[in-house]
């Protein structure tokens, strides 16, 4: 079975660690001299990495990073017990809200970037979770 990881380009790595440790109470595990860090307390580890704003993601990307609010198909979430308090948690790291927190079916969910333009969801599930909107096709 492959081993999964989460890498995340950031333009700033002590902004970035700012962030995630208070936001999301992860702390620093490794670090791999000024180009990345590792991220631990989460179910897998987070490796914050150095890519400077501008630069080229890969060879004949159409632009270069671009840490401005965007829209990515791939993003974090993050399980937690009380979401009104992790809310306000990621909120005081620096954290922007996108809209109120939602119920669902399954739980509920509150969205949001980090000073990255990164999207995350904080979730908490019902008893049951996804379970209750499960099907068999």
């Known amino acids: 079975m492959p081993r999964f990881l989460v890498n995340v380009d950031v333009a700033d790595v002590k902004t970035a660690i700012d962030f995630y440790t208070r936001a999301f109470d992860l702390r620093v595990g490794r670090r791999f001299g000024r180009v990345a860090v590792e991220l ?76 990255f333009g990164h999207g995350f969801c904080l979730l908490t599930f019902k008893p049951g979770g996804y379970d209750l909107v499960a099907t068999a096709d």
Not at 40 to 63: D, Q, R
């Open 40 to 115: 631990v307390g989460a179910e897998t580890p987070i490796y914050l990495l150095h890519k400077p704003a501008e630069t080229i993601p890969f060879a004949n990307a159409p632009s270069g990073r671009d840490y401005r609010r965007h829209w990515t198909p791939v993003h974090l979430d993050f399980v937690v017990d009380d979401l009104p308090a992790a809310v306000a948690r990621a909120q005081a790291a620096g954290a922007r809200l996108e809209g109120e927190i939602e119920e669902h079916a399954w739980g509920h969910i509150a969205y949001g970037s980090d000073p």
